[in-house]
Structures are given as C-alpha cells and as structure tokens.
C-alpha cells in the first residue's frame, strides 16, 4: 500500500486499484498544533460544520510525512504511516486476535501469575490477548482480601455493577434470589440474558474452597456454534432467527431483553450466546414452527452440556478466572458444604475494559 501524488490528487495505491483520497478525509485528519490537541488526541475544530468543498491546492510527500496545503489556508505535515492505519477501515487490534476453538481436549493454556505492578505490565497484554483467543483466562496467587476483586476489575477497566451489587459473593444461603446461592449443580449457562446490554465479563475469585465437589465447568460457545453452522445448517438458523424473552424478577425489579440463542453481526457472523433455560420464553409461533424450535433448543443443550465439549477443574483459594459472557458458558458441578467452606466472589466488566487496556498495552509497548 502506497501514498502517490499526481498533480495535487492524493491516491491510495493498493498493487491492483488506486483510488483517489477524497480530500475532505485528508483535511479532517490535519494534526498540527492548531489542529489537534497534543494531550488528548481530540480536534481543536469541528468538520461538521465546514464547507466540504475543500480542495488541496499543494502537496508534497518527502521522509514518510505528505505536507498539504489547503484552498482554506489550511495546511499540516501528516505521518504517513499514521494515515495508512486507517485503511483497513476496522479495528486492528481486538479482531486482527484469532478465536481458537476448544473443547473437552483443551490443554496446556497458560495461566498468569499475579505481581505487583501487574496491570500496566506486559503479562497484562499477553493476558489479554489469550483471553480473546480462548474467552477465559485463570490468574494465580491473586490478593483475597477486603474484595480485591473490585479493585482487580477496575484497575484493567470499571466495574460493571449491577442491582447484585458491585460484587457478588456466591456462598449458599437460605432463599436465594438465584441458585447460583445454593449447592446444586448448574448446568452451562451465561449470565444475566435478561439485562439490556447483558455485562461482557464475568470475573470469579476463589476465596475459599474446601469442599471435594463444587467444580468449575467451561463450554465454549463459539465452538459449539460453529460445528452447529456445519453440521446441522437448519438447527442453527432456527437458534439465529427466533428471537426469545429473558426475565429476573425479584422483589424491587423486573428486567426483561429479547434475543436469539446465537446472535450474528451484520456480516453473519458470531456475535454472542444466551442460554439460561430457567429464564428463556419463545413466543407464541405456529405449531409447526415452535415444533422445530423446541427440537433446536433441544440439540443445542445436549451439545452445551455434552461432556465432549466441556472442561472442568477445581478453583483453588486465590485463583481469578475472567471470562467473556458473550461467549463462553460456565456452570459448577454440586457440592456437600457439611464438607467445608466454598466461598467466591464474583462481579463484571464491560469489553470497553479489556479493549481499552489491551490498545493502551499495545501503544506502551509498541507491539
Ligand atoms: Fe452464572
């Protein structure tokens, strides 16, 4: 990719097709000092409110910089490489990380130490990035207490609270608002389907386990979807088109969101599971219909709780495990809590946090 200059016309040359820059696009990006401010990166005017009519009236391209003058009066010396960032016309940094698949085979994924200065460190960026190739990460050896958990989350981003609270502390207790306070198994799920955006990460710190059951359980969801789109077309198009009801009430709210059990992106592509049976509703449909959603439903869970596709282990006092919720599902096997204390708290952050932490690493680090 290459910038040419042919009489005043600016031209992104890409090897097959050269295109002219619209010189508008290059005018809004001018970064001198009366431009741009140097400290926050934000434009000292405002584009939306000039005439669009600008024409370049100069221009010449000398050691990686094009310096432009304007028919405005308007002129700046642009890095070029700064301006070939934003070509691609997506993000560069977040999708160019590939998901890796897995299932019940999974092995050898690197967990992090926790250490001091450990959130503007290297270890955090290669952290990050195996938490979007996998959906998870397990941190050791992380601080238990006074709620470190809080402190943990917002210092890679902000805490997401919610009417849980800004943590949540799962031990059993006597009439739970949600099994996850009580001993029984849970099946996989994500959280919170019923929340308008659902929170993006679940972060789960092991405070005390001495009980012997009380696994954690891991499905991924991107995984089982796409094997779905592979080997049973029909089945996924029901779960990506029908759109169901989530619904938590307790006694001070009722919250309530609609969506598919697998949402597509505009370009049909994996977004974000839902799947909590206890709380999903399908409405009314013909017969017919509902007959073949019912069976989708059906195959979907048996592939969600299918042991060939799920990972389980023991958290150990002091682990932290991060995990996207729009992606995998996580669930607990039951445990006898005659046996000892199982203690854990949990609470959310959004992907602004993770995204914004990871270009931040990125910049510092010039990776
Ligand atoms: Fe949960």
């Known amino acids: 990719m290459k910038i040419e200059l042919i009489e005043n016309k600016i031209f992104i040359n890409r090897g097959d097709s050269k295109e002219e820059i619209h010189p508008f696009w290059l005018r809004e990006r001018l970064d001198g000092e009366e431009f741009l401010d140097k400290g926050t990166q934000q434009r000292l005017f405002d584009p939306s409110s000039m005439n669009c009519e600008v024409a370049v009236e100069k221009a010449k391209i000398s050691d990686g910089f094009i310096e432009i003058n304007f028919n405005d009066g308007a002129s700046s010396k642009i890095d070029l490489n700064k301006l070939a960032s934003e070509f691609s016309n997506k993000d560069t940094v977040i999708k160019s990380i590939n998901k890796i698949k897995w299932d019940s085979t999974l092995k050898n994924v690197k967990n992090f130490e926790y250490k001091d200065n450990f959130f503007d460190s290297k270890e955090m960026h290669d952290l990050l990035v195996s938490f979007y190739q996998y959906g998870f990460v397990i941190i050791k050896n992380v601080p238990t207490e006074d709620n470190f958990i809080v402190k943990f989350a917002n210092s890679i981003g902000s805490v997401r609270r919610t009417n849980f609270g800004e943590h949540f502390n799962v031990r059993s207790k006597l009439n739970p608002n949600d099994l996850a306070y009580t ?29 012997s059951g009380g696994f954690s359980t891991l499905v991924d969801g991107y995984t089982v979807t796409e094997n779905l789109k592979k080997d049973d077309p029909e089945t996924y198009k029901v779960l990506s088109e029908v759109k169901v009801r989530f619904r938590f009430t307790d006694k001070n709210v009722v919250l309530e969101d609609w969506s598919e059990l697998i949402h597509l992106d505009e370009e049909k592509n994996f977004k974000q599971v839902r799947f909590s049976p206890r709380l999903d509703y399908v409405p009314i449909l013909e017969k017919n219909k509902l007959d073949f959603y019912y069976k989708a439903r059906k195959k979907l869970s048996d592939l969600y709780n299918s042991e060939k596709n799920r990972i389980e282990f023991k958290l150990e006092p002091k682990d932290l495990m991060m995990m996207d919720n729009y992606r995998v599902l996580h669930g607990r096997t039951k445990f006898d809590p005659e046996e000892g204390k199982r203690f854990l708290q949990g609470c959310y952050i959004d992907f602004d946090s993770t995204e914004g932490k990871l270009r931040h690493l990125k910049r510092k680090f010039n990776l």
């Open 183 to 211: 001993t029984l198994h849970l099946t996989p799920h994500t959280d919170n389907p019923y929340r308008n955006p659902v929170p993006c990460i679940q972060l789960l710190h092991c405070i005390e386990n001495e009980v």
